[in-house]
């Protein structure tokens, strides 16, 4: 038992030098409660003095203006600080900073901090990953906004007739809607078109380039379509018809299905070999603005694998709902849930996030504080943790949980983060090194907690 209460901690530390002064938007846990419950007995161990503080925001001086009048480049890094204390002595620190294009991780007590290479998910990921990192401070100190709702537009599936003649294509019409196709020559000069405007580095990363061009060496393939609207949902369906020695495959290789109404879209691929149709994914989206209601929901590979999301009030709060459900080919299903719902309960700021992997884990974090609308709030945070494999076991922390914004702040920076391990590619000393020195660590905070810890 005491080694899972350990482990409960130091996940809790992880979810959550030159010095500058900034402001930081500081958040700190104090004096939890922690119930035990395994193997039927439950034991309750009171941290009174325990504080865990993360602070967070941009290490760094704010870019001046130049005698030029343009604005310097903003050199801040984005930082978050872990610092754990009992009856105010210090136990542990850490820091973690979005550098360059890594995520630099540092704890006290490693020889080396831990650096994630977000390039490895594009260059785009690494702009995303790096604004979402910066704006951690901000969503701290503001509360999440409510969807109202939104009206999806029926897409005007015939106006791309008119695009097809400007590329030359007259579509043969009817009065329910048209027929096109596009041959291989220009489908060709299309893709080579579009080729030059995409970066050779993104196409590499996603093996693209290879494929495409052994595409069009081979013949490439012409595009045959139909479109019908019948004034309340239109419809295209794009067949994808393999060239080969100048000739065109009556059977399409893939067949790509778009619907458009008011609030309701749909978008499937399905392919075909050998008179076999399978639908390789599908994913569709639906409106019900008068209700605040959104949902999405992507099926791959006939349902092997399927994602739904769903946006919608209940009982005056806002729910944001994840449901994924994987299926391996022997069969074997497993579903993962995720859910924050959110808003104002009884006068407080109210947040449940709760997250489950079915069979094996749940856990669930709840926060309730009252704020005085500049970013400072108090109130109460509830952890719970359930695992389902044997032993099953619960933990319960219950804490007190104050937000501060601070100006002045001195943040700390990784000074040694040249040196970092890369997380991707860890050699075995280096594995085996990080393993006991956060033992170590662990060690540690066992020794500073081992008067109130439950035997094993």
Do not use: C, W
């Not at 959104?294 to 005056?316: E, K, R, V």
């Amino acid at each position: 038992m005491k080694k899972l209460l350990a482990i409960v901690l130091v996940l809790m530390l992880l979810t959550a030098s030159a010095a500058f002064a900034e402001t930081a938007t500081v958040v700190t846990y104090a004096n939890p409660v922690v119930n035990v419950t395994q193997d039927g007995q439950t034991q309750t161990i009171d941290l009174a003095g325990l504080e865990v503080t993360l602070s967070m925001g941009l290490a760094g001086e704010e870019p001046q203006l130049g005698e030029d009048g343009t604005l310097a480049a903003d050199t801040r890094v984005p930082t978050i600080l872990l610092d754990v204390s009992k009856d105010g002595a210090a136990l542990l620190s850490g820091e973690a900073q979005f550098i360059g294009t890594a995520l630099v991780l540092n704890l006290d007590g490693l020889s080396r901090p831990i650096a994630v290479d977000m390039t490895e998910a594009g260059e785009m990921a690494v702009g995303g990953y790096r604004q979402m990192f910066s704006a951690l401070p901000e969503m701290a100190k503001s509360s999440l906004p409510a969807f109202t709702g939104v009206q999806i537009p029926k897409v005007d599936l015939m106006g791309l007739t008119g695009f097809l003649s400007m590329l030359g294509i007259e579509p043969e019409t009817t009065e329910s809607g048209a027929s096109f196709e596009l041959p291989a020559e220009l489908v060709n000069m299309l893709l080579q078109m579009i080729l030059q405007q995409v970066p050779a580095e993104a196409l590499e990363s996603l093996g693209l380039a290879d494929a495409l061009n052994q595409l069009m060496a081979s013949g490439g393939f012409a595009l045959r379509g139909n479109i019908s609207d019948d004034g309340t949902t239109g419809v295209l369906t794009i067949g994808v018809h393999p060239v080969a020695e100048g000739a065109t495959a009556d059977e399409a290789a893939l067949t790509v299905n778009f619907s458009s109404a008011a609030n309701a879209d749909t978008l499937s691929v399905d392919m075909s070999i050998g008179g076999q149709t399978m639908t390789l994914g599908e994913l569709a989206l639906t409106s019900l603005p008068d209700q605040a209601e959104l949902n999405a929901s992507l099926q791959i590979m006939q349902g092997m694998m399927s994602l739904a999301f769903s946006l919608y009030p209940q009982d005056g709060l806002q729910v944001g709902a994840l449901e994924m459900n994987v299926t391996d080919p022997t069969g074997n299903a497993q579903k993962v849930t995720a859910s924050l719902v959110y808003g104002q309960k009884e006068g407080a700021d109210y947040s449940d996030f709760a997250f489950a992997v079915d069979g094996q884990m749940a856990m669930e974090l709840i926060n309730e504080t009252v704020g005085d609308g500049n970013g400072n709030a108090s109130g109460t945070a509830t952890l719970s943790v359930d695992s389902y494999n044997e032993p099953q076991s619960n933990v319960d922390i219950a804490s007190e949980v104050t937000q501060s914004v601070v100006d002045g702040f001195t943040f700390r920076n990784i000074e040694n983060a040249a040196g970092a391990i890369n997380a991707t590619s860890m050699t075995e000393e280096e594995n085996a090194q990080l393993q006991e020195e956060l033992n170590g660590v662990l060690g540690k905070l066992m020794v500073a907690f081992g008067d109130v810890m439950p035997a094993a």
